[in-house]
């Protein structure tokens, strides 16, 4: 079964730092472009951060620059979201998302994990 599964959510203080993964189920993430997205409470989802399929370029929302590394390692099939700084307003859920680099494939999206940022 093609699945992403996205672990790490939590509550963290201001300022804390988490770590979110996403591995990959039932097919190749090398094949993929990987994208974090996140949506918070009444709000449209946003584009946090990009990696390119084999790891070489990275992009990044202007409100995490500087905070968030999006980072992978195809060899465990996973990608990874090292979210630091953390702010109260980065409050929302996390998904991950699978673009193919290749035609004739579907993007793939994770079922989210929740990261609650307060004191």
């Known amino acids: 079964q093609v699945q992403l599964v996205e672990s790490g959510g939590g509550l963290v203080q201001p300022g804390g730092s988490l770590r979110l993964s996403c591995a990959a189920f039932g097919f190749t993430l090398s094949d993929y472009a990987m994208r974090w997205y996140r949506q918070a409470p009444g709000k449209e989802r946003e584009l946090v951060a990009h990696i390119t399929s084999g790891g070489g370029g990275t992009n990044y929302a202007d409100s995490v620059k500087g905070r968030f590394t999006i980072s992978r390692d195809n060899a465990k099939n996973t990608v990874y979201l090292q979210m630091n700084s953390l702010k109260p307003w980065d409050t929302a859920v996390y998904h991950c998302?699978?673009?193919?680099?290749?035609?004739?494939?579907?993007?793939?999206w994770g079922q989210g994990t929740l990261v609650t940022v307060s004191s």
């Open positions: 998302n699978a673009v193919p680099v290749r035609m004739g494939y579907l993007e793939v």
